[in-house]
Nanobody, 119 residues
Framework: QVQLVESGGGLVQPGGSLRLSCTAS????????MAWYRQAPGKQRELVAA???????NYADSVKDRFTISRNNTKNTVYLQMNSLKPEDTAVYYC?????????????WGQGTQVTVSS
């Protein structure tokens, strides 16, 4: 079993920055992908950014050039640096870990952290 704990959310003014962190613990294997999703009220959960164990990255078009995903494999932690925040970035942000053990795929979610962008 794997547990994910997010931190770093909060209230920020438009144009500001926040850094989210997500630390995984438990039975973690090296073949994994960590990602950030978000869900705004009344909307579906959407992928924000993902990073593989070899640091390949993928971003939603809406956050490219503003958000940066990174990871520290020693600490089993993934980060999301969010700059130039906009009101439309307001959402609950969730961390997700997908890992493969042989042909078995498992995925885990964190509890979410609220990000509110407002003046």
């Amino acid at each position: 079993q794997v547990q994910l704990v997010e931190s770093g959310g909060g209230l920020v003014q438009p144009g500001g920055s926040l850094r989210l962190s997500c630390t995984a613990s438990g039975s973690i294997v090296s073949n994994n992908v960590m990602a950030w999703y978000r869900q705004a009220p009344g909307k579906q959960r959407e992928l924000v950014a993902a990073i593989g164990s070899m640091n390949s990255t993928n971003y939603a078009d809406s956050v490219k050039d503003r958000f940066t995903i990174s990871r520290n494999n020693t600490k089993n932690t993934v980060y999301l640096q969010m700059n130039s925040l906009k009101p439309e970035d307001t959402a609950v942000y969730y961390c997700k870990l997908v890992q493969w053990i042989g042909v078995t795929r498992d995925e885990y979610w964190g509890q979410g952290t609220q990000v509110t962008v407002s003046s």
